[in-house]
Antibody, heavy 115, light 110 residues
Framework: QEQLVQSGTEVRKPGASVKVSCKASGFTFSSYYMHWVRQAPGQGLEWMGMIDPRGATTYAQNFRGRVTVTRDTSTSTIYMELSSPRPDDTAVYYC?????????WGQGTMVTVSS | QAGLTQPPSVSKDLRQTATLTCTGNSHNVGYQGAAWLQQDQGHPPKLLSYRDDSRPSGISERFSASRSGDTASLTISGLQPEDEADYYCSAFDASLSAWVFGGGTRLTVL
């Protein structure tokens, strides 16, 4: 069945980059736009960026220069690396498949940034 | 980046009908329409509708979506206890070349 499985909980000190993975199965992930969305504790959803079927990336203005989305087509995995995280980057990070709407989501990865 | 506007909370009685709204502009909701997502506490969001009024397979007919101009609506009929959740709208914003979300509406079923 189609699913996205993300890597586990991460804890980082401020400034120490973090990389989250999202492995796709049950579909040809390189045919889809794949996105990263985050949700801070008690807050709403925030779009971060995406990688398209050609491998080109687009980022939300708030994350340009701090977030890098990459993919490995050989393992059907996409990655989101957040550099120089701050305490207010503490959130659950989701990957999501998009085909006009976000129709398949990973289970989420909790990233805590704390000194 | 500017998001979509949703009321923070809506409360309705069991078996009644709730209508949630999502207001954007001509660059997002009014451009390509909106999608609706349901999120239970501690779980990832689930797609309820897309392209204004289409429902993915497996989604109950009690959920129906529509759009008028720059405002999208989600109507949930025959409210059940399990409908109590957070509901988000989303749309692509052509002027920002970015996806935007509403702030979410918490639906309480009394």
């Amino acid at each position: 069945q189609e699913q996205l499985v993300q890597s586990g909980t991460e804890v980082r000190k401020p400034g120490a980059s973090v990389k989250v993975s999202c492995k796709a199965s049950g579909f040809t992930f390189s045919s889809y736009y794949m996105h990263w969305v985050r949700q801070a504790p008690g807050q709403g959803l925030e779009w971060m960026g995406m990688i398209d079927p050609r491998g080109a990336t687009t980022y939300a203005q708030n994350f340009r220069g701090r977030v890098t989305v990459t993919r490995d087509t050989s393992t059907s995995t996409i990655y989101m690396e957040l550099s120089s995280p701050r305490p207010d980057d503490t959130a659950v990070y989701y990957c999501a498949r998009e085909a006009g709407a976000f129709d398949l989501w990973g289970q989420g990865t909790m990233v805590t940034v704390s000194s | 980046q500017a998001g979509l506007t949703q009321p923070p909370s809506v409360s309705k009685d069991l078996r009644q009908t709730a209508t949630l709204t999502c207001t954007g502009n001509s660059h997002n909701v009014g451009y390509q329409g909106a999608a609706w997502l349901q999120q239970d506490q501690g779980h990832p969001p689930k797609l309820l509708s897309y392209r204004d009024d289409s429902r993915p397979s497996g989604i109950s007919e009690r959920f129906s979506a529509s759009r008028s101009g720059d405002t999208a609506s989600l109507t949930i009929s025959g409210l059940q206890p399990e409908d109590e959740a957070d509901y988000y709208c989303s749309a692509f914003d052509a002027s920002l070349s970015a996806w935007v979300f509403g702030g979410g509406t918490r639906l309480t079923v009394l």
